[in-house]
T-cell receptor, first 113, second 114 residues
Framework: GEDVEQSLFLSVREGDSSVINCTYT??????LYWYKQEPGAGLQLLTY?????DMKQDQRLTVLLNKKDKHLSLRIADTQTGDSAIYFC?????????????FGTGTKLQVIP | DTEVTQTPKHLVMGMTNKKSLKCEQH?????MYWYKQKAKKPPELMFV???????INESVPSRFSPECPNSSLLNLHLHALQPEDSALYLC?????????????FGPGTRLTVL
């Protein structure tokens, strides 16, 4: 089956940039997502990228996609303490009437004031 | 309305209880999903309904019983659960095709089994 991998932990100082990396195996993925999850909360979609794009910028967030290497990254500029959370990348395929989303292992981002 | 709602927000139940989790969306989505998420782990798919028919059951024990009474509602009936079933249960919905940009997730029900 599909596999989506992330590093488990990242610590940055407030004001610095954070880069969270993700690798995936499913070459048929159509969309790739970044979700944020704060403690005790549900999943918040941060941004997404269509598989035929290589970059997407949305305010402080920049998503880079290297489809050849199956590598996805999320850069958060000017990281704030409110950005502390677990970040999941996910890839989406499609199979007979439903979207199959596979989540990565999650990266815990700790922002030091 | 781009919202998926889930009730209750929290649920504590004993191993002999019967309870139900509810999920609702009014976005016209015809695919709905149940995920289970343990602490500090990614969500794991449990069930998928497409056009109100069960499409996927990811080898979930029979003590979890899903139901999709109409295109807006998704239930998860719980009976004789075990303490290891304690988790965050997330509902999601999407278009039942490979277009549209995302699955919309509800806030989840945090279940504790005593």
């Amino acid at each position: 089956g599909e596999d989506v991998e992330q590093s488990l932990f990242l610590s940055v100082r407030e004001g610095d940039s954070s880069v969270i990396n993700c690798t995936y195996t499913d070459s048929s993925s159509t969309y790739l997502y970044w979700y944020k999850q704060e403690p005790g909360a549900g999943l918040q979609l941060l941004t997404y990228i269509f598989s035929n794009m290589d970059m997407k910028q949305d305010q402080r967030l920049t998503v880079l996609l290297n489809k050849k290497d199956k590598h996805l990254s999320l850069r958060i500029a000017d990281t704030q303490t409110g950005d502390s959370a677990i970040y999941f990348c996910a890839d989406r395929g499609y199979s007979g009437g439903y979207q199959k989303v596979t989540f990565g292992t999650g990266t815990k981002l700790q922002v030091i004031p | 309305d781009t919202e998926v709602t889930q009730t209750p927000k929290h649920l504590v139940m004993g191993m002999t209880n019967k309870k139900s989790l509810k999920c609702e969306q009014h976005m016209g989505h015809r695919a709905m999903y149940w995920y289970k998420q343990k602490a500090k782990k990614p969500p794991e798919l449990m069930f998928v309904y497409s056009y109100e028919k069960l499409s996927i059951n990811e080898s979930v024990p029979s003590r979890f019983s899903p139901e999709c009474p109409n295109s807006s509602l998704l239930n998860l009936h719980l009976h004789a659960l075990q303490p290891e079933d304690s988790a965050l249960y997330l509902c999601a919905s999407s278009q039942p095709r490979d277009s549209g940009n995302e699955q919309f997730f509800g806030p989840g029900t945090r279940l504790t089994v005593l």
